[in-house]
Every structure is written in structure tokens, then in C-alpha cells.
């Protein structure tokens, strides 16, 4: 059985969550109460050191960092469909995961941290400028293609979509982004999705 921890309010730990609901596989979540501190404290740390949300537990793998973690879901249980291996198609996909890991979270993650979390150690006009930069060039590379890369969706659809969506947490309008909404509706159209607080599923869902 597979184990996902996380915390309900996490855009990472629902990336992951999400692909596991995408490729239909049994798992079992675990909260991992943030307030109480529990992330610092065994037996957490002892499945993720750096005292993080996500961390999966597959078997005798213990897994952290949601980019990492969409990698391996993706290569062990939905092939080359969600994350292709030839060169070329890799590097395609991994740059996504790159841009999530860069300039999504220095944008609208931080923003979000920003006013929903009041992590005031933030810089909010530098995260604003970002998220808008962030958002003007997911537009244009939306505007004459339905997904980040190739004909379907990918894990680099799935690692950049929460923090786009939830955009809006950290007073980010998407109201001027019209082919990044037309994407964000395609991926709650997909089969067995679900959503969280601030990404609710599409009455049109499957």
C-alpha cells in the first residue's frame, strides 16, 4: 500500500495526490498536523530528514520533494504516457518540473505564503512581478496548444498546475490569462480528478 503525507492546504502535497487519483492507484493519506509541529518530530523525519511535505512511502521507498515523488509515480505506475524517456521528450518534461521548482514558487507560491499564510519574510512585490511574468509566458506558450508539452497531459501539467490555480491565495488575478484558465478547466476535466481548498472540480468532471 502506498502512504502519501501531507497537509490539506499544500499545493505540493495535492500535486501528488492528484497524479494518484489520475493513475487510479490505492494509497493511503496521512495529515501531517503542521501546527503541531509533527513535521519536525519522529517518526516523520525519519521518512523525510528535511521535515518536508510530501513524502511518499511505497514498499521499502520512502520518497520526498513532490517533483521527485511525481517522477517516480509517473515512471513506475504510468509510463511513458505521463513521463516519456527519450531524450529529447524527457528534457521537454523536466524543464517544467525545473520552472516549477524556480520560478512558480519564487511567484505565485510565495505570494500565496504571502497573504493566506502571512509569512511576512516574503518580498510580496518581487513575488507579484514573478507571478505575473510566470503567468505571461504560460499564456503564450498556451495559446496555440491544449498542454505544457505533446498532445496529452504530462507530470509537467500536474507539477505546475496547483500553485497556477491557486494563484488567486496570494491576490494574483488570472482574470488577464485567458489560455492559462482554458488549461486549468482542461485538467479538472480530466478523469478522477479532484480538487482542494481554492481548486474546486468542474461541475463537467468526470
Do not use: C
Not at 22 to 51: C, M, S, T
Amino acid at each position: 500500500m502506498i502512504s502519501l503525507y501531507g497537509h490539506e492546504l499544500s499545493g505540493n502535497t495535492y500535486k501528488v495526490r492528484l497524479l494518484l487519483e489520475l493513475l487510479k492507484l490505492d494509497y493511503e493519506y496521512k495529515q501531517v498536523d503542521l501546527i503541531k509541529g509533527e513535521h519536525r518530530q519522529l517518526p516523520y523525519l525519519a521518512i523525510n530528514p528535511f521535515g518536508q511535505v510530501p513524502a511518499l512511502v511505497d514498499g521499502d521507498q520512502a520518497l520526498r520533494d513532490a517533483q521527485a515523488i511525481l517522477v517516480y509515480l509517473a515512471r513506475q505506475y504510468g509510463g511513458d504516457i505521463w513521463l516519456p524517456i527519450d531524450a529529447v521528450s524527457l528534457s521537454q518534461v523536466v524543464r517544467w518540473l525545473s520552472t516549477t521548482a524556480g520560478e512558480v514558487r519564487q511567484g505565485p507560491e510565495n505570494a500565496r505564503l504571502y497573504h493566506l499564510f502571512g509569512v511576512k519574510t516574503i518580498n510580496i512585490e518581487r513575488a507579484t512581478d514573478k507571478a505575473h511574468l510566470i503567468l505571461k509566458l504560460l499564456d503564450d506558450h498556451l495559446s496555440d496548444r491544449d498542454w505544457l508539452e505533446f498532445e496529452r497531459p504530462t507530470i509537467a501539467d500536474i507539477a505546475v498546475f496547483p500553485y497556477i490555480a491557486l494563484a488567486p491565495d496570494g491576490e494574483i488575478s488570472l482574470d488577464g490569462y485567458p489560455h492559462v484558465l482554458a488549461w486549468i478547466e482542461r485538467i479538472k476535466r480530466l478523469p478522477h480528478f479532484i480538487g482542494m481548498r481554492g481548486i474546486e472540480a468542474s461541475v463537467k468532471a468526470a
